[in-house]
Nanobody, 116 residues
Framework: QVQLVESGGGLVQPGGSLRLSCIAS????????MAWYRQAPGKPRSLVAS???????YYPDSVKGRFTISRDNAKNTVYLQMNSLKPEDTAVYYC??????????WGQGTQVTVSS
């Protein structure tokens, strides 16, 4: 069964932190580069971070130094630690394989709102 379940979002003040979790089915997770994406209202979904099965990571400049992606291969789980959050980080956050098509299966996402 294909499954992606994101959790951990919420409302946080600017400068605050959140830790997102994503449990994936083995068919999506095992041996694949996993990634977190986000989509703000009226904007396309964009890559936030990626991590290979061996632990190599990539971050775009917009989150580099503030976000950290990690994975637990035994639990088919990928995490996103987000620090120093900014209002522009407000979005629905999704996890999936790196390069996943918009037309493939996606989970429900988790809402992150950064506001005072």
């Amino acid at each position: 069964q294909v499954q992606l379940v994101e959790s951990g979002g919420g409302l946080v003040q600017p400068g605050g932190s959140l830790r997102l979790s994503c449990i994936a089915s083995g068919s999506i997770f095992s041996g694949n580069v996993m990634a977190w994406y986000r989509q703000a209202p009226g904007k396309p979904r964009s890559l936030v971070a990626s991590i290979s099965s061996a632990g190599s990571t990539y971050y775009p400049d917009s989150v580099k130094g503030r976000f950290t992606i990690s994975r637990d291969n035994a639990k088919n789980t990928v995490y996103l630690q987000m620090n120093s959050l900014k209002p522009e980080d407000t979005a629905v956050y999704y996890c999936n394989r790196y390069g996943a098509s918009p037309y493939t299966y996606w989970g429900q996402g988790t809402q992150v709102t950064v506001s005072s």
